[in-house]
T-cell receptor, first 111, second 109 residues
Framework: NAGVTQTPKFRVLKTGQSMTLLCAQD?????MYWYRQDPGMGLRLIHY???????AKGEVPDGYNVSRLKKQNFLLGLESAAPSQTSVYFC??????????FGSGTQLSVL | KNEVEQSPQNLTAQEGEFITINCSYS?????LHWLQQHPGGGIVSLFM???GKKKHGRLIATINIQEKHSSLHITASHPRDSAVYIC???????????FGTGTSLTVIP
């Protein structure tokens, strides 16, 4: 039982490049979230999903896309990376009325 | 506008001291979470509570729904408690969480 696994852990991109972050959970959770964490700010919600095949926008969705084709996986895509997307990204999952489980984070730098 | 406010932002304590971190929120909630983040590390959920008090080892979390306030206490603090502690609330409506900016705790031996 690995919990929530995020890949990659580190990535450096050039402005305009694209990439996909993968989040996988083996707890059969319905709800999955993508957050970004920036210095001096609380975690901010990018997109979330309440079940397979569903996604919804969070607080800061611009420049990101997501997909939840399988219940256990939640992908976050950056189509054309910008320096403002330099951040630490966290995936999380939960069951209704249960606590959050977080991945170990992805440190992304966009040059 | 921050829906969740934590205090203090930074806290330094001597080993063995009793520590309190406070969290106030402005929205109606279904649950409040306390999270722990070690430097360079992931985020771990310590408590989820919607009323009263919970205890796990040296950690105690309380919530007062009427006053929209929660506290996290650490008894007999230890250097391994050094971390950022984050308060998060799950709003009554929707599936979103609101997060505080965290309290950075350093416990000195």
């Amino acid at each position: 039982n690995a919990g929530v696994t995020q890949t990659p852990k580190f990535r450096v991109l050039k402005t305009g490049q694209s990439m996909t972050l993968l989040c996988a959970q083996d707890m059969n959770h319905e709800y999955m979230y993508w957050y970004r964490q920036d210095p001096g700010m609380g975690l901010r919600l990018i997109h979330y999903s309440v079940g397979e095949g569903t996604t919804a926008k969070g607080e800061v969705p611009d420049g990101y896309n997501v997909s939840r084709l399988k219940k256990q996986n939640f992908l976050l895509g950056l189509e054309s990376a910008a320096p403002s997307q330099t951040s630490v990204y966290f995936c999380a999952s939960r069951e209704p009325n249960e606590k959050l489980f977080f991945g170990s984070g992805t440190q992304l730098s966009v040059l | 506008k921050n829906e969740v406010e934590q205090s203090p932002q930074n806290l330094t304590a001597q080993e063995g001291e009793f520590i309190t971190i406070n969290c106030s929120y402005s929205v109606g909630i279904s649950a409040l979470h306390w999270l722990q983040q070690h430097p360079g590390g992931g985020i771990v959920s310590l408590f989820m509570l919607s009323s009263g008090k919970k205890k796990h080892g040296r950690l105690i979390a309380t919530i007062n729904i009427q006053e929209k306030h929660s506290s996290l206490h650490i008894t007999a603090s230890h250097p391994r408690d050094s971390a950022v502690y984050i308060c998060a609330v799950r709003a009554l409506t929707g599936n979103q969480f609101y997060f505080g900016t965290g309290t950075s705790l350093t416990v000195i031996p």
